[in-house]
Nanobody, 124 residues
Framework: QVQLVESGGGLAQAGGSLRLSCAAS????????MAWFRHAPGKEREFVAS????????YFADSVKGRFTISRDNTKNTVYLQMNSLKPEDTAVYYC?????????????????WGQGTQVTVSS
């Protein structure tokens, strides 16, 4: 079992940047595929990005491609979401998710473990 704790959310202006962190407990962090999802009011939970376990590959939603990057530091049991060129439509609660699947999944239903979420608000 793994526990996830997100941090780094807050308020940013359009065009600005934020970096979210997700710290995971446990000793097998490298064996998890990690992902970020977001949930805005009135919308469904949305896939943002993922970083799979071996082989390590990254996936991004079209809406964030070229602006967001995902990375992990297995020595710190932490996954990061660097968000650049932020837009007001990026405003949402961002959730870190983990699963021991090998490949990517775009569906939140396929991830077993979740953090509590961190609010990101982008003003215009």
């Amino acid at each position: 079992q793994v526990q996830l704790v997100e941090s780094g959310g807050g308020l940013a202006q359009a065009g600005g940047s934020l970096r979210l962190s997700c710290a995971a407990s446990g000793h097998t962090f490298s064996s998890y595929t990690m992902a970020w999802f977001r949930h805005a009011p009135g919308k469904e939970r949305e896939f943002v990005a993922s970083l799979t376990r071996i082989p390590s590959s990254t996936y991004f939603a079209d809406s964030v491609k070229g602006r967001f990057t995902i990375s992990r530091d297995n020595t710190k049991n932490t996954v990061y979401l660097q968000m650049n060129s932020l837009k007001p439509e990026d405003t949402a609660v961002y959730y870190c998710a983990a699963d021991q699947r090998y490949g990517n999944s775009w569906s939140w239903r396929d991830y077993r473990y979740w953090g509590q979420g961190t609010q990101v608000t982008v003003s215009s």
